[in-house]
């Protein structure tokens, strides 16, 4: 719930990166939070890792600036595992209910 992906669709979308709102959660502290468990995400794009302003690919493709906080990128490459994923997904599925209880957005 209140999970949004942004961009096309998956049919549409490189099969590299996949951004993904999470809303009423900043994506730094999502971030910090899957560190913890050995998944690496960014909060922006590989060219922008040094900027704070909001991210211009998503400001084009018309994403709610509200939700440009609470955006996250995932990357993949013909390494990553299915396992990978599924470990991914749920970690995802035990830390957003709990963090989303402590959200001060």
């Known amino acids: 719930p209140d999970t949004q992906l942004n961009g096309d669709g998956l049919d549409t979308a490189s099969p590299y990166v996949l951004n993904v709102t ?5 994506s730094e502290v999502l971030l ?4 913890e468990r050995d998944i690496y995400v960014s909060a922006g794009s ?8 909001a991210s211009g690919t998503l400001l084009a ?7 440009l906080e ?3 990128r ?3 490459s013909s390494h990553t595992q299915e396992s990978e ?16 209880r402590y959200a001060r957005f």
């Open 74 to 76: 995932f990357s993949f």
């Open 61 to 67: 493709m018309h994403i709610d600036p509200a939700l």
């Open 85 to 100: 994923i599924d470990y991914t997904i749920s970690a995802l599925e035990e830390i957003i209910p709990r963090l989303r």
């Open 22 to 26: 999470f809303k009423g959660l900043r």
């Open 46 to 53: 590989a060219c922008s890792s040094h900027k704070q302003t």
């Open 32 to 35: 910090h939070a899957l560190e």
């Open 70 to 72: 609470s955006a996250v």
